[in-house]
């Protein structure tokens, strides 16, 4: 018992004095060193964190602007086997009586063909100017309600309810926004708005005037959109019965919540519910996850390159002060306090580099990021910084500094006092 009273006691002496050292060397040592340090720890806080959280961003933008533009939070399809939701006015009758829904679109969704310039072809063998899709009837303001889908009309106005002769079309169906030249692929060249198309959809044909084009980064991209009244008399849906719901919650909703009470409420039985996050094509989970992996094996390297770093600096110091070392050895100084002096050092320059690297990135780069997205083709790239990770790789960065500092200062202290006070290797 005595052993171990005896251990802890000088435990906690090699700690305070330890301590004591640390501070009287961070404190006489060079201000440029310091701050040359403290900035390449930032700078390798920053790698380990922004480098994943802008390639998990890039894929984590598309599933936002899907929840945001097309899904809602959560989305009611038909079943596998089924063409349509069966019993839809009960579904919707269910999804407005719920205190937790804040708006909801019902669409009917179909396979067709829009066609330009049908009407200056010389033979009906040219080849037309046409494009494939999916055509959508939705209720305007509904629709407006749930995503917001007025605020990506890139060109145009959006529809009301008097367009009955009217469509929106998606930026995928144009060349001009999506200048592709692949064989088999068919895109609408020279089209604009106000010019009159012919739409195929169930088995019949209307003309009908571009209204609009979306723009949303979304499935709805490759869509040609229209009043769901006019859709129904195109399809002979006299039924009302929908392909897709989408439901937009309120804030303090949980939509797992929600969707078990669809589910239990009778819904699950002739429709499909699942929440935006359930209902992402799994290309976007698999190209999320491999870019998590990326941004791991980038930031590891960082984190490889700065333990060098310190392990080289707190080797420098260690062996341009052999004789100061030699000299608190000799009068007594235990070897441990002088190694844990050392090491927190290295932790000091890590600590504080971690500080600033967290100040710029929650004071400057997510907010900045967040605001001012990163453009990219199929979405616009967020910057992804869960604090819980962003912890999680601190730690680490203090554990691998913790080593490459203990490490060179192990090496030192172990010579021989009397060849470090007279400087023989």
């Known amino acids: 018992m005595k052993t171990i009273k005896y251990k802890v006691a000088g435990l906690n002496r090699a700690l305070s004095l330890g301590f004591f050292l640390a501070y009287r060397q961070v404190r006489k040592s060079s201000f440029a060193t310091t701050a040359l340090i403290v900035f390449v720890m930032t700078l390798t806080f920053l790698n380990l964190v922004v480098v994943r959280g802008v390639l998990v961003g890039l894929i984590q933008g598309s599933t936002d602007v899907y929840k945001k533009y097309y899904a809602g939070d959560i989305i009611v399809s038909n079943l596998p086997r089924k063409d349509y939701i069966e019993n839809t006015s009960n579904i919707t009758n269910i999804i407005a009586n719920l205190p937790w829904v804040e708006s909801y679109t019902a669409r009917y969704v179909e396979g067709g ?17 046409e494009a494939n899709g999916l055509v959508a009837g939705i209720d305007p303001r509904r629709e407006d309600e749930t995503t917001n889908l007025s605020s990506k009309v890139v060109e145009g106005t959006y529809l009301t309810n008097s367009d009955t002769n009217s469509i929106l079309l998606g930026s995928n169906l144009l060349k001009k926004y999506t200048p592709v030249d692949v064989p088999g692929f068919l895109l609408l060249e020279r ?35 229209m009043l769901d009244s006019t859709m129904r008399n195109l399809i002979g849906r006299g039924d009302y019965n929908v392909d897709e719901i989408a439901i ?11 969707k078990e009470i669809l589910i239990r409420s009778g819904v699950g039985a002739t ?4 929440t935006a996050d359930e209902a992402l094509p799994s290309f976007l989970i698999d190209i999320k996850n491999t870019f998590a992996l990326l941004g791991n094996v980038v930031g590891s390297i960082g984190l490889v390159v700065a333990s060098i770093t310190i392990f080289i600096v707190i080797f420098i110091n260690a062996i341009t002060r052999r004789k100061y070392i030699g000299i608190l050895k000799g009068i007594g100084i235990n070897s441990i306090a002088i190694e844990i002096a050392y090491v927190i050092q290295s932790i000091f320059y890590a600590v504080l580099g971690i500080l600033f690297g967290m100040l710029v990135l929650y004071g400057f780069l997510v907010p900045f990021i967040a605001a ?29 500094t913790l080593i490459a500092g203990f490490i060179p200062a192990r090496i030192v202290v172990k010579q021989n006092t009397l060849d470090a006070i007279l400087g023989r290797r």
């Open 113 to 129: 063909r829009v066609e330009a310039e049908y009407k200056t072809k010389l033979k009906e063998t040219d080849a037309s100017n």
């Open 191 to 225: 089209v604009e708005v106000g010019d009159k198309v012919r739409l195929t959809v169930g088995g019949n044909v209307q003309e009908m005037t571009v209204k609009g084009v979306v723009q949303s980064k979304t499935d709805v991209d490759s869509r040609i959109i």
């Open 372 to 400: 001012h997205p990163i453009r990219f083709p199929f979405s616009d790239g967020i910057l992804v910084a869960e604090l819980s990770a962003t912890l999680l790789r601190a730690g680490l960065l203090i554990i691998a």
């Open 271 to 274: 429709a499909r519910v699942q």
């Open 248 to 258: 937009k919650l309120k804030p303090e909703a949980n939509d797992l919540m929600v």
